[in-house]
């Protein structure tokens, strides 16, 4: 599951040599059928929400992909001035959906009750074990390329207190799904359908 702005370009070309679509997981269930989408291994990568949102503001800001990226950003975010502005005076649950890079992540994995229809999450932080966790299951050799990298400051630098708030509020479920908090996490897996705590020695700074 390509979910936006967390690495899922990188991972994708250095896989398959292509970009799958942004669909969400229950859109490939309907497109494969329910018997053979449970057969697939299914995984995906996920960031820290308060990281993730700062790279999408960045990236679109900056003219993002292509002329669609910019038209949008043009249209929305031209008199916006800084990141602070965006999050506390632009940013609303309705905007979330303005644009596909602000989405929640579990929108692209979980169903409509919150429940993973994945096999393995990945972490944007530990990218490098973790692909090689999914290459080794793909029976592949691959090497991590990265690709469509932003220039940016660090996140944790560019949060108010107010920011850091908000943004734990609109994206409470990626929070609690994925085991976030501003400065870190606690790695959750899939075990039979559901989020479970990671092992304790998957504990992260």
Wanted: charged share 25%.
């Amino acid at each position: 599951m390509h979910i936006t702005k967390s690495a899922g370009t990188s991972v994708a070309l250095s896989l398959f040599g292509k970009l799958p679509y942004h669909y969400r997981a229950w859109e490939y269930r309907v497109i494969f059928g329910r018997r053979r989408f449970n057969q697939y291994f299914k995984f995906a990568f996920v960031r820290n929400p308060w990281d993730r949102l700062y790279s999408a503001y960045s990236y679109l800001k900056g003219g993002g992909w292509n002329d669609d990226d910019r038209a949008w950003s043009q249209q929305h975010l031209a008199d916006i001035d800084d990141f602070e502005q965006f999050v506390l005076e632009w940013l609303t649950p309705e905007r979330l959906y303005a644009h596909i890079h602000f989405w929640p992540q579990s929108d692209f994995i979980c169903d409509k009750h919150g429940k993973p229809l994945i096999d393995y999450l990945g972490y944007f932080e530990e990218i490098q074990d973790d692909f090689q966790v999914i290459a080794q299951k793909l029976g592949s050799d691959a090497t991590l390329a990265h690709t469509n990298k932003s220039k940016r400051a660090g996140y944790q630098q560019v949060y108010s207190e107010a920011a850091k708030q908000k943004v734990a509020q609109l994206y409470q479920a990626d929070i609690t799904h994925f085991g976030y908090r501003f400065d870190g996490h606690q790695r959750m897996q899939v075990e039979a359908g559901q989020w479970q705590p990671a092992p304790a020695a998957a504990e992260n700074p």
